[in-house]
């Protein structure tokens, strides 16, 4: 049986299909192409007729603002080179508009804060009055120190006159340094009597009570007692009147609920009004001492801030009587600077930052606890007189040329830089972040003196003493009146707005109507011309 021949492919028929295929593919790739040339026009009809309806709109704007020189851009009564001219002028005054604004935005960054005085006449009463910070040139007292030559165990080898240089070395000598193995000795001495070097500081200072005689505050004679507290400072220690910094004070405890809780006040000005103490050197109880005379130092300071090297210091010497003028000065902060933010407003208020031993916070006292961390972390212990809360080493013998080697550190550099002045002179952050205060009280005194004549009784103080040496001494405030500054914002949004605005106006005569015509153009008047043509 024989079968049918079947051909498998026909050549005619596969060509007519490739043919027929390539006609579709190109009958697509045309209609692809047509498509997107017709959407390409359509884009570039939709650009040319937004940017036709900018331009119109833009020279409807040009002729109908208030703004200088828009108008002359597309005046048709003058040539094209005028308004080319004009637009130049147009775009370099809104360039020098620009550029002034930013100047200003950037000053008022740069300086956030303004002080400036708001009152030459501001009472007195309103302010409180200074601490008052007696401290005796004598360091060691005398009488104290022959008893304690004669009550003191030495060791073998060990003589008087080595026990009478450990005493001058509680006055913390900055001029040299000890020989360490004098240290040693010094410190076998203290550890075989049982004593420390702060405590043998505390046994040799002359007491307060016996240097204060007779004291006066605001014409009332009053006990020495329940106005001077002791204060250990750097100058040893002292006799403190109206002196709120520390934690507690150190009255007696019998009087201690008689102090009052806040500094004091006055209502008057003249010598009759403020504080009058008669003073005793004790000259013959002198037994070590930097200055060549007798007398006392007085620190005029806050009372919330610690007596300091910075504090205002007066002399009194013996045998003078001494009246110290105090012109004091306030500053005060607005509302608007407390809300400030504290990177542009860069200072700090009382109560913003906590400080180790002392109530209140203020440039003094941080720079004050910024030395006695440098000190602690140099020498790892701190000496008697600065302020610990008992958890840290006080100093002893053997630490005394570390502890001399940072007060002369102190005084040769800024605190926590460890560079000299020249250097630290351009530095641009304070050290320890200590900021500035936002509000304060300024105490500029200036004093006189003349010979104090002890048959002539002036007052009740002088009245029955009999001592040819004795120093009296007025702390007052010499006028009813002061000086009170402002703190405040630099500029404030009203004045930032007023300054713009003038900025503004004088360049380009720009005020908030000519803002509102360019929004105007912009959006409301396409949308009113299509509902107006939408109803013809």
């Not at 930052?353 to 006292?365: A, H, M, T, V």
């Not at 409301?524 to 107006?532: A, E, K, L, Q, S």
Request: charged residues 20%.
């Amino acid at each position: 049986m024989a079968f049918k021949k079947r051909r498998i492919f026909d050549m005619q028929l596969v060509q007519s299909q490739q043919l027929l295929n390539k006609a579709t593919e190109s009958h697509k790739s045309s209609s692809i192409n047509t498509i997107e040339k017709t959407s390409k026009l359509w884009k570039n009809y939709k650009i040319r007729e937004v940017r036709t309806w900018f331009m119109e709109s833009l020279r409807n704007y040009c002729q109908t603002t208030s703004l200088h020189g828009f108008s002359y851009i597309t005046r048709p009564d003058i040539s094209q080179n005028e308004r080319y001219f004009w637009l130049g002028v147009v775009i370099a005054a809104i360039i020098s508009a620009i550029s002034l604004v930013l100047a200003s935005w950037y000053s008022n960054r740069e300086t956030p804060t303004v002080t400036v005085i708001e009152s030459s006449h501001f009472p007195t009463w309103n302010i409180p009055f200074p601490a008052v910070t007696i401290c005796n040139f004598n360091r060691v007292s005398k009488t104290k120190a022959l008893i304690l030559k004669r009550h003191m165990q030495l060791p073998q080898n060990v003589t008087q006159t080595e026990l009478e240089q450990l005493f001058n070395l509680t006055l913390l000598p900055a001029g040299q340094t000890v020989n360490n193995s004098s240290l040693e000795i010094y410190d076998k001495i203290l550890n075989l009597n049982n004593m420390t070097l702060m405590e043998l500081t505390n046994r040799l200072s002359p007491d307060c009570l016996d240097m204060i005689s007779r004291c006066i505050w605001k014409g009332i004679k009053t006990r020495c007692e329940s106005l001077f507290q002791h204060v250990v400072t750097s100058q040893g220690i002292c006799c403190s009147f109206n002196f709120f910094g520390a934690m507690s004070n150190n009255f007696p405890v019998k009087i201690a609920y008689q102090v009052p809780k806040r500094p004091y006040r006055v209502t008057g000005c003249g010598y009759t009004t403020g504080l009058s103490v008669l003073l005793d050197p004790m000259v013959a109880d002198y037994y070590g001492t930097f200055f060549s005379g007798f007398g006392f130092r007085l620190l005029i300071h806050d009372a919330y801030n610690f007596p300091d090297e910075n504090s205002e210091t007066k002399v009194v010497t013996s045998t003078r009587e001494s009246f110290v003028r105090i012109n004091p000065e306030s500053t005060y902060a607005t509302k608007d600077i407390r809300q400030m933010d504290l990177r542009w407003r860069n200072c700090l208020f009382g109560g913003e930052r906590k400080l180790d031993g002392i109530k209140r916070y203020s440039f003094i006292n941080c720079m004050f606890e910024c030395r006695m961390k440098m000190t602690l972390q140099r020498c790892g212990c701190l000496p008697s007189y600065l302020t610990n809360n008992d958890s840290i080493k006080i100093c002893g013998v053997l630490n005394m040329n570390c502890m001399l080697d940072s007060k002369r550190f102190f005084s040769r550099a800024l605190a926590n830089l460890d560079a000299p002045l020249s250097i630290v002179r351009n530095t641009k952050n304070f050290p320890c972040n200590c900021l500035p205060d936002c509000e304060s009280n300024q105490y500029v005194s200036e004093s006189t003196m003349g010979r104090l004549d002890a048959n002539y009784s002036r007052s009740k103080l002088t009245h029955s003493s009999n001592r040819t040496d004795s120093i009296l001494v007025h702390v007052f405030y010499s006028d009813l009146m002061s000086t009170r500054y402002r703190k405040e914002i630099f500029q404030n949004w009203l004045s930032a707005l007023a300054s713009f605005g003038g900025l503004l106006g004088l360049i380009m005569g720009f005020s908030i109507v000519t803002a509102f015509e360019f929004i105007y153009f912009l959006t409301f008047r396409p949308v009113f011309n299509y509902i107006n043509r939408a109803r013809d």
